[in-house]
């Protein structure tokens, strides 16, 4: 007998409640992926809105744009590091375009560009990947959670809210992104455990971009899909095509609608394709080949949606132009703005490590201080002192 049965605080039997599901289909995620962009349209329903066809085509030919301007900016020294999207653009776009405004976004560190649809600075937004002790964004005000680098963690966080919102009767629901490889932590777990039993507000968004760092799918899963992990937790899995913008859209729409009804979570795995390495300090080369890369450049998610909107005459040559013109705009604002020296204070780096400094830190600090001080007085320049920013006279 344990400790716990001796003190009456298990039960190990099971409620009287408690029966197996019998039935498990109506959790059962689609058998193929989800598709709208060159798919027949099931009997009895529109074709999808054109003025949303226009926003996602905008929206995934910036973030393309977005994320080349980015991966340049770390060969000029410029960012520390930038898991590219390129070739998420889809789940990116229509993750951001699903929320209301009310609604809470729970990104990883590659879905900077979910936070910009979102409509975040491009700039601030990538204040943690340049190397800032901030993440550069009112998290409140932007209802976007830091872009979360510790896989998974940011999972248990949108239930935690989603829970709350619920309590207290708030009509928000949350989405969280995590990839495929982020499905094999504990947090991931937990985080749907709770979600389901709560019956929490709140959508799991798996973009299954085929790989972890170089660990390809196969060796991380033996699940059918990561969208029918969503059964033994006793919620609604969905499969949807990852490249195809107007398919994650309509399903997470779907999915946030359903939860803010008090229906429960769901578990959508959006399988797409990272074009790129996984960030600017890996080779892909090592662990996939051209062949591969190219077969999903043939399912590009710009290409698609640009088929779809010429296919149905909302769109011609001039509005392609305007499109990849207002991205470059927006590129080169990014760029002018981060090519610009940041104004760093190096005594920050002992402010926000602890509530109250220790004796060692103290002592450091005390060192940098004096050594600032000493470099502004006697600048290795030979000019005379006071030319700098005032780090000297640090502010802590
Ligand atoms: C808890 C934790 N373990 C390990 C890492 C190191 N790590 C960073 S990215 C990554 C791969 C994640 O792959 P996936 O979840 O598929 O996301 P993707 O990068 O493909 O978007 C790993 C193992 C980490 N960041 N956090
Ligand atoms: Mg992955």
Not at 130 to 150: I, K, M, N, Q, S
Not at 170 to 186: M, N
Not at 366 to 380: F, M
Request: proline share 6%.
């Amino acid at each position: 007998m344990t400790v716990l049965e001796q003190h009456g605080a298990y039960t190990p039997a099971p409620p009287p409640s408690w029966r197996p599901r019998t039935a498990p289909e109506p959790l059962l995620p689609d058998a193929e992926p989800y598709r709208v962009l060159g798919a027949e349209r099931p009997e009895g329903t529109e074709a999808p809105d054109a003025e949303l066809l226009r926003r996602l085509y905008a929206a995934v030919v910036d973030g393309r744009r977005y994320n080349e301007q980015a991966t340049a900016l770390t060969k000029q020294g410029r960012l520390a590091v930038y898991p590219s999207s390129t070739g998420q653009e889809a789940c990116q776009v229509a993750a951001a375009l699903a929320l209301r405004e009310r609604d809470w976004l729970f990104p990883s560190y590659r879905d900077t560009l979910a936070a910009v649809a979102r409509g975040l600075d491009p700039v601030e937004v990538l204040s943690l990947l340049r190397g800032d002790w901030h993440h550069g964004y009112d998290t409140r005000a932007a209802r976007v959670a830091p872009l979360c680098t510790p896989l998974a963690t940011q999972l248990p966080h949108a239930v935690g809210l989603a829970h709350a919102a619920r309590i207290k009767g708030d009509d928000v629901a949350a989405l969280a992104l995590v990839g495929d490889g982020g499905t094999s932590e504990g947090d991931f777990h937990e985080a749907l455990n709770f979600a389901a039993v709560w019956q929490a507000p709140v959508v799991f968004l798996v973009q299954n971009n085929g790989f972890a760092i170089s660990v390809p799918l196969a060796k991380q899963t033996a699940a059918p899909s990561l969208a029918h992990k969503a059964v033994g937790y006793g919620m609604r899995g969905r499969l949807v095509d990852g490249n195809d913008a107007v398919a994650v859209h309509e399903v997470l729409t779907e999915a946030l609608d359903r939860a803010r009804q008090g229906g429960g979570p769901t578990l959508v795995e959006a399988v797409t394709y990272r074009l790129e390495a996984h960030t600017n300090a890996d080779d892909a080369t090592r662990y996939r080949t051209d062949d591969e890369v190219s077969a999903w450049r043939a399912h590009d998610p710009v290409t698609l949606l640009e088929s779809e909107l010429r296919g149905r005459g909302l769109l011609d040559e001039a509005d392609v132009r305007e499109a990849a013109e207002a991205a470059e705009r927006r590129a080169a604002d990014m760029r002018e703005r981060m090519n610009r020296d940041p104004e760093l204070d190096p005594m920050d780096l002992f402010a926000h490590v602890f509530a109250e400094q220790t004796a060692q830190l103290r002592a450091q600090a005390d060192q940098l201080r004096a050594e600032l001080a000493a470099a502004e007085e006697h600048p290795a320049d030979g000019t005379a002192g006071g030319s700098g920013n005032g780090r000297g006279e640090a502010r802590r």
